[in-house]
Nanobody, 122 residues
Framework: QVQLAESGGGLVQAGGSLRLSCAAS????????IGWFHQAPGEDRKFVAL????????ILAASVKDRFTIRRDNDKNTVYLQMDGLKPEDTGLYYC???????????????WGQGTQVTVSS
């Protein structure tokens, strides 16, 4: 089992920045890829970014690749999502998830956090 806890969400004006954190506890954090997903109100969860266990494989969704970055600190069992140039359409819940495969499909992830709310005002 891996327990995940997101933090760092909040209210920000368009063009602003936030850094989300995904802190993991439990066994073998370094065995998992970590993904971030965005769920806007009334919509399905959508892939944002992933990073594999070593940090060498990173994939960002096209809509965020010029604005967001992802990195992990395995010594701290934490993955960070740096969000710059935020837009109102980035508003929603952000979830981190742990999975064995580096994949953009939510169903491929075994463990999920509770989410953190990001609100971007125009």
């Amino acid at each position: 089992q891996v327990q995940l806890a997101e933090s760092g969400g909040g209210l920000v004006q368009a063009g602003g920045s936030l850094r989300l954190s995904c802190a993991a506890s439990g066994r073998a954090f370094t065995a998992y890829s970590i993904g971030w997903f965005h769920q806007a109100p009334g919509e399905d969860r959508k892939f944002v970014a992933l990073i594999n266990w070593s940090g060498e494989r990173i994939i960002l969704a096209a809509s965020v690749k010029d604005r967001f970055t992802i990195r992990r600190d395995n010594d701290k069992n934490t993955v960070y999502l740096q969000m710059d140039g935020l837009k109102p359409e980035d508003t929603g819940l952000y979830y981190c998830a742990a999975g064995s495969a580096s994949d953009s499909v939510p169903g491929q992830y075994q463990f999920w956090g509770q989410g953190t709310q990001v609100t971007v005002s125009s």
